[in-house]
T-cell receptor
Framework: SQQGEEDPQALSIQEGENATMNCSYK?????LQWYRQNSGRGLVHLIL?????REKHSGRLRVTLDTSKKSSSLLITASRAADTASYFC????????????FGQGTTLQVKP | EPEVTQTPSHQVTQMGQEVILRCVPI?????FYWYRQILGQKVEFLVS????????KSEIFDDQFSVERPDGSNFTLKIRSTKLEDSAMYFC????????????FGQGTRLTVV
């Protein structure tokens, strides 16, 4: 079954550094979305990239999608302590379903 | 900014009891979802709901689960006879469209079954 897997599972960096998280999946998709979750809180939507897109930017976030490798990356530039959270990728298999398949997530710690 | 709201934020219940988790989706959204996240595990899809009926459900969503949109604003998840393994964070989400649009999540209800 379709599955998103992120790596690394945990990442610890200094404030100001860039953080890169990767996500791989197994089946064809319509789009891939990235979410952030602060400890014990809800999921905050960050960015959606469609299968016909290769790169997308939103503020300090840059997302790439390589459908041939079935992988995506999330880059957070100039990280801040407030970026400390878990980051999840989630895939939607087609435009006819709203069902999202989530990965295990990457826990990011940004040290001040 | 519009948001999905969920109540209660934390619910403790005895095993075997019924619980109802409540959600108010974003007002102009048409698709509604429930997901759950067992502590330390992935977020898992439970069910999607559109036009007053279930459009898709997972294997987890068995006969003890049901969803309802009792009025124009609320969307509820009922667990008929809770089990210890139902303890999890339950998230409601809504979206304007289906797979090609963003889903917006609520803050979650932490359900603890004792």
């Amino acid at each position: 079954s379709q599955q998103g897997e992120e790596d690394p599972q945990a990442l610890s960096i200094q404030e100001g550094e860039n953080a890169t998280m990767n996500c791989s999946y197994k089946t064809s998709i319509n789009n891939l979305q990235w979410y952030r979750q602060n400890s014990g809180r809800g999921l905050v939507h960050l960015i959606l990239i469609r299968s016909n897109e290769r790169e997308k930017h939103s503020g300090r976030l840059r997302v790439t999608l390589d459908t041939s490798k079935k992988s995506s990356s999330l880059l957070i530039t100039a990280s801040r302590a407030a970026d400390t959270a878990s980051y999840f990728c989630a895939t939607a298999r087609s435009s006819n379903t709203g069902k999202l398949i989530f990965g295990q997530g990457t826990t990011l710690q940004v040290k001040p | 900014e519009p948001e999905v709201t969920q109540t209660p934020s934390h619910q403790v219940t005895q095993m075997g009891q019924e619980v109802i988790l409540r959600c108010v989706p974003i007002s102009n959204h048409l698709y509604f979802y429930w997901y759950r996240q067992i502590l330390g595990q992935k977020v898992e899809f439970l069910v999607s709901f559109y036009n007053n009926e279930i459009s898709e459900k997972s294997e987890i969503f068995d006969d003890q689960f049901s969803v309802e949109r009792p009025d124009g604003s609320n969307f509820t998840l009922k667990i008929r006879s809770t089990k210890l393994e139902d303890s999890a964070m339950y998230f409601c989400a809504s979206s304007k469209g289906q797979g090609s649009t963003e889903a917006f999540f609520g803050q979650g209800t932490r359900l603890t079954v004792v």
